[in-house]
């Protein structure tokens, strides 16, 4: 493929988020200058950026 959707290490949380939303996807690669893979971003980690903070994910209470 050529045309992949991707993401810079530098851009911030929001603008990856507005591309994991317009193109639909359940995550995105994030690349570096040279085009080698340095991780990926979930559709998870967006809808975390987007949320307002009380209603983002917590970690279950183990009790």
Do not use: M
Not at 31 to 58: F, H, K, M, S, Y
Request: glycine letters at 4%.
């Amino acid at each position: 493929h050529r045309d992949l959707v991707t993401v810079r290490p530098e851009a911030d949380a929001r603008s990856v988020a507005e591309v994991i939303a317009k193109y639909n996807l359940f995550a995105v690669p994030v690349v570096n200058d040279e085009g080698l893979l340095q991780g990926i971003v979930t559709v998870d980690d967006a809808i975390d950026v987007l949320l307002p903070p009380e209603r983002r994910r917590r970690p279950p209470r183990r009790y």
